[in-house]
């Protein structure tokens, strides 16, 4: 199984300022894809931005952003002008192209956002 | 119309007890999955079902058991229910891997 490191187990951020959450993964693959997912307390899981790994270029969705480096393994994601309902559980994601497409987890990051 | 749906949301039983979950998705997609989620909110994969093939993660126990009448189901079956089961399971599809749609989940509890 692939693995995904998320090494802040909990962040918190001013509203209306910027937050990063990290992520690192390990894999011997070159074809791959990677996504963020929020969990607020509905529970609900809610894709929030994807990267296709033969993409040179950093994704955006209106406040959020990737800084994606292939070579380091790392793709971290930007809140931007942060908002009350941002707070959540961030889960950054895994997908192999070889592994019958199935998806791997990171252990989260719970975001605060602070009033 | 909810695009991955999954009943019940929850589910109170005695330890020892056999139930089901059940998940529809109306999207068409071609994979479907189950995730465990524990009280640390760790999400780990359990199964991933195509029509041409079952995946199985190794450390599952067999008495989890994933069924498919057709493409757009898969229930999952626990036998033999123990406290260490208590959990929120999801069901989820995705086509061709490109993104996974969720299931509201179902919390599951064993007294």
């Known amino acids: 199984a692939q693995t995904v490191t998320q090494s802040q187990p909990e962040m918190s951020v001013q509203e209306a300022e910027t937050v990063t959450l990290s992520c690192t993964y390990d894999t011997s693959e070159s074809d791959y894809y990677l996504f963020w997912y929020k969990q607020p307390p509905s529970r609900q899981m809610i894709l929030v931005i994807r990267q296709e790994a033969y993409k040179q270029q950093n994704a955006t969705e209106n406040r959020f952003s990737v800084n994606f480096q292939k070579a380091a393994k790392s793709f971290s994601l930007k809140i931007s002008d942060s908002q009350l309902g941002d707070a959540a559980m961030y889960f950054c994601?895994?997908?192999?192209?070889?592994?019958?497409?199935?998806?791997?987890f990171g252990t989260g990051t719970s975001l605060t956002v602070i009033p | 119309d909810t695009a991955v749906s999954q009943t019940p949301k929850y589910l109170v039983t005695q330890m020892g007890n056999d139930k089901s979950i059940k998940c529809e998705q109306n999207l068409g997609h071609d994979t479907m999955y189950w995730y465990k989620q524990d009280s640390k909110k760790f999400l780990k994969i359990m199964f991933s079902y195509n029509n041409k093939e079952l995946i199985i993660n190794e450390t599952v126990p067999n008495r989890f058991s994933p069924k498919s009448p057709d493409k757009a189901h898969l229930n999952l079956h626990i036998n033999s229910l123990e406290l260490g089961d208590s959990a929120v399971y999801f069901c989820?599809?995705?086509?061709?891997?490109?993104?996974?749609?969720f299931g509201s989940g179902t919390q599951l509890s064993v007294l």
């Open positions: 989820a599809s995705s086509q061709e891997g490109r993104k996974l749609f």
């Open positions: 994601a895994y997908r192999s192209s070889n592994t019958g497409n199935q998806f791997y």
